[in-house]
């Protein structure tokens, strides 16, 4: 079954720097997508980047750029030029199986840009 | 841009009324999905729909309902509320299109959540 694993329950980063966001999943399927998603304190979930498992190159986003490494199974989320409005819950979520509509998703980084 | 909205930002019921929480989406997406989130649970799929008049169920259908009769419109029903599905509660759309070989996979966009207190 797949599984999503975010292993930083919180992170703080001072602004205009970068920061990195941990992301590592389980599936035995070749072909997969990758998502990651923001949640500020209002609640609405925002679509960021998204990472297939055939792309060869790593997805990039604005300031959002994704650090897949296929072999490792991970796919970090990476913010540069940290701003305070990039506070919030970060989910990193995969697709359920070859071919599912559904996600699953991992429990979330709470991050906190510092003034 | 994808627009998925949600009857209610907020909403406080009593233990036993029925509730009724409705999702709009304005992308003729195929599929759309309520889910559940729970601090330490993440977020939990009650149900789903890839088309009008079909669904299926996800992780924790107990307790609730859904009725689409409209392609842009998801219902979550609470048949008799309970104080344990105080939670917030998120409705997401999708266009229904995968790439199978590529593996493009479905985006969901998601509505503003509801936050829901059964007192």
């Known amino acids: 079954a797949q599984k999503i694993t975010q292993t930083q329950p919180g992170m703080f980063v001072q602004e205009k720097e970068a920061v990195t966001l941990d992301c590592t999943y389980d599936t035995s399927d070749q072909s997969y997508g990758l998502f990651w998603y923001k949640q500020p304190s209002s609640g609405e979930m925002i679509f960021l980047i998204y990472q297939g498992s055939y792309d060869e190159q790593n997805a990039t986003e604005g300031r959002y750029s994704l650090n897949f490494q296929k072999a490792r199974k991970s796919a970090n989320l990476v913010i540069s030029a940290s701003q305070l409005g990039d506070s919030a819950m970060y989910f990193c979520?995969?697709?359920?199986?070859?071919?599912?509509?559904?996600?699953?998703f991992g429990k979330g980084t709470k991050l906190s840009v510092i003034p | 841009d994808v627009k998925v909205t949600q009857s209610s930002r907020y909403l406080v019921k009593r233990t036993g009324e029925k509730v009724f929480l409705e999702c709009v989406q304005d992308?003729?997406?195929?599929?759309m999905f309520w889910y559940r989130q729970d601090p330490g649970l993440g977020l939990r799929l009650i149900y789903f729909?890839?088309?009008?008049?079909?669904?299926e169920k996800g992780d924790i259908p107990e307790g609730y309902s859904v009725s689409r009769e409209k392609k842009e419109r998801f219902s979550l029903i609470l048949e008799s509320a309970s104080t344990n599905q105080t939670s917030m509660y998120l409705c997401a759309s999708s266009s229904g299109l995968i790439i199978y070989e590529r593996a493009l996979t479905d985006t969901q966009y998601f509505g503003p959540g509801t936050r829901l207190t059964v007192l």
């Open positions: 729909s890839y088309d009008v008049k079909m669904k």
């Open positions: 992308m003729d997406h195929e599929n």
């Open positions: 979520a995969m697709n359920l199986g070859a071919g599912s509509y559904q996600l699953t």
